[in-house]
């Protein structure tokens, strides 16, 4: 297996390449992806198998920004014959020798013409499954510790067989986290910090971390769809923007509204413990107005935006977040920081900061 597909939002290809030949070489893994603009996916080629299957192995899936999900193919793309889908899935499986694999994913990309796939996929996975098992490649009861079997469609007669392991890959199918949007939401935007926190915040702790009677502040806020869910949440908010707040959130009580700069405001007693930001500004400016929070103690944990240029994105990630971290280094602050191209970030990541208590 000296081959890694990797899945990533339409468009970002480049950035999925070179977060992904960029990590691989940290381990010694050196290699070329192929990639086509707007295909949702990257083929990434090792030039030694041993070598790529230990970066597997080790790399942790979750420190990636712009993959979505990441499987080991195990064969070159298969043909799909309409009138027998399954043989050849069936046989490229048994010739890699494969047993015990406890799951099937029928996956497409997440571009438009991926997603007329949707209805083939439903369709193939039961019978595929079933032939899968009676044929000794999966168990016969779904395992979810067990390796899960991926056949990445490219269209109704193509696609791509591979494996992934489920202590390192995305629990997602498609790599996505599919939310529903509340109809009482000010705005769209509301899905990024709801996802943010379930992709950043264990549920075991939501009743710790995102507990009723927090104090918030959400820079930015106008016209309110992050301070929905802090409101949801029973949170007390302070939002900051010059611009106005929907008046549903006003009524609750919970929302006291600043006009204010929000690269100036300081809060005036250190009890905030969430600080939210989706700010429409310079990604470096934001970072380092949010190490300042971290720094100074005004919040206790932080999720904010940072908005992408239109060339170089992973280059400029991965710069901000470096100076970011480098400015929290040199105060002595102990910290653990995540980050992540989420399903409704468009052009944008999400990063995560919390500090580490002494």
Request: glycine residues 6%; neutral net charge.
């Amino acid at each position: 297996m000296k081959q890694l597909l990797v899945y990533c939002r339409a468009g970002f290809e480049k950035e999925a390449a070179a977060e992904l030949q960029d990590q691989a070489a940290a381990f010694a893994v050196f290699g070329f992806c192929k990639l086509k603009a707007n295909s949702a996916f990257v083929i990434f080629e090792a030039y030694d198998s041993e070598a790529l299957q230990r970066f597997y192995r080790d790399f942790d899936f979750q420190h990636f920004i712009f993959i979505r999900q990441w499987l080991l193919l195990l064969s070159s793309e298969l043909e799909l014959p309409a009138q027998d889908r399954i043989a050849p899935v069936l046989q490229a499986a048994l010739a890699e020798e494969l047993s015990g694999c406890g799951s099937l994913r029928v996956e497409f990309p997440d571009t438009n013409d991926g997603k007329t796939l949707s209805t083939l996929a439903r369709k193939l996975t039961v019978p595929l499954r079933q032939s899968l098992r009676q044929a000794g490649v999966m168990l016969q009861k779904e395992h979810k510790r067990a390796p899960v079997l991926h056949l990445f469609l490219l269209s109704g007669t193509s696609g791509y067989l591979g494996l992934s392991y489920p202590e390192n890959n995305s629990a997602l199918e498609n790599g996505i986290m599919r939310l529903k949007f509340p109809p009482e939401a000010p705005s769209r935007s509301t899905l990024k910090l709801e996802e943010a926190f379930i992709t950043f915040i264990p549920k075991d702790e939501w009743e710790t971390r995102l507990a009723p009677g927090m104090q918030a502040v959400d820079l930015g806020a106008c016209p309110g769809g992050w301070t929905y869910q802090l409101v949801k949440r029973s949170m007390m908010v302070t939002a900051i923007d010059n611009g106005p707040m929907a008046e549903s959130l006003m009524e609750t009580g919970q929302v006291k509204h600043l006009m204010v700069d929000g690269f100036k405001f300081v809060p005036a007693k250190k009890n905030v413990y969430w600080l939210v930001c989706d700010m429409i500004e310079q990604p470096q400016r934001v970072a380092a107005r949010i190490a300042q929070w971290l720094i100074q103690g005004w919040c206790q944990e932080t999720i904010f935006n940072l908005k992408l240029p239109m060339k170089r994105r992973y280059e400029t990630v991965k710069g901000v977040l470096a100076a970011f971290e480098q400015q929290l280094q040199e105060a002595g602050f102990r910290y653990q920081l995540q980050a992540r191209h989420l399903y409704h970030d468009r052009e944008e990541v999400t990063v995560h900061v919390q500090p580490i208590k002494r």
